[in-house]
């Protein structure tokens, strides 16, 4: 059993190059999440997904895009990447509001 | 609005003293909290969860945390820490319909033979 599988797991980005993160998950859950972790900030949510063709902004969602086009996926894009953008990005997935949120293993982002 | 407080951001403990993490939140409204462990390099796990059932929540790896709605706090413990405790733990807490996470900034546990 996989759970939630993240793609890939390491880049490096130019200054305004475009990417896209893979977010799968094999637990049929309806929810899923974007969170970014930076140092001394804990996990901050950059948008979510309460269905198939459903997303919404979270806490930090400037300059990131998502998409949830199949329920076992969701990807989230930086249209042209910045040096802030540089964190760790892990995406997580719930069957419930008040259930465990299982989390990937995570993508580590660098921008130079 | 939600917000999650994490006292010290690193704790330093020797091999088979109590371990404490302090966590206290501010929410309007009944919260559900949560309390994950990420190891190095790795994604988070779930160590504990109060969802209202009983105020003392029993977890995984010996770890338990209190729920004291007068204190607004949710404190883990565990009376006798082990080498494979040293991670980072994070206190969450989530009051709507969709699970969104509000996390505290972490507390990094050392520990020390």
């Known amino acids: 059993n996989a759970g939630v599988t993240q793609t890939p797991k390491f880049r490096v980005l130019k200054t305004g190059q475009s990417m896209t993160l893979l977010c799968a998950q094999d637990?049929?859950?309806?929810?899923m999440y974007w969170y970014r972790q930076d140092p001394g900030m804990g996990l901050r949510l950059i948008h979510y997904s309460v269905g198939e063709g459903t997303t919404a902004k979270g806490e930090v969602p400037d300059g990131y895009n998502v998409s949830r086009l199949k329920k076992q996926n969701f990807l989230l894009g930086l249209e042209s990447a910045a040096p802030s953008q540089t964190s760790v990005y892990f995406c997580?997935?719930?069957?419930?509001?008040?259930?465990?949120?299982?989390f990937g293993q995570g993508t580590r982002l660098t921008v130079v | 609005a939600q917000s999650v407080t994490q006292l010290g951001s690193h704790v330093s403990v020797s091999e088979g003293a109590l371990v404490l993490l302090r966590c206290n939140y501010s929410?309007?409204?009944?919260?559900?909290l949560f309390w994950y462990v990420q190891y190095p390099n790795q994604g988070l796990q779930l160590l504990l969860k109060?969802?209202?059932?009983?105020?003392l929540v029993k977890g995984i790896n010996g770890f338990e945390a209190e729920f004291k709605k007068s204190e607004t706090s949710f404190h883990l413990t565990k009376p006798s820490a082990h080498m494979s405790d040293a991670a980072e733990y994070f206190c969450?807490?989530?009051?709507?319909?969709?699970?969104?996470?509000?996390f505290g900034a972490g507390t990094q546990v050392v520990v020390t033979p």
């Open positions: 997580a997935s719930s069957q419930q509001e008040n259930t465990e949120a299982f």
């Open positions: 637990m049929n859950h309806e929810y």
């Open positions: 969450a807490v989530t009051t709507d319909s969709w699970g969104k996470l509000q």
């Open positions: 109060y969802t209202s059932a009983a105020t």
């Open positions: 929410s309007s409204v009944p919260p559900y």
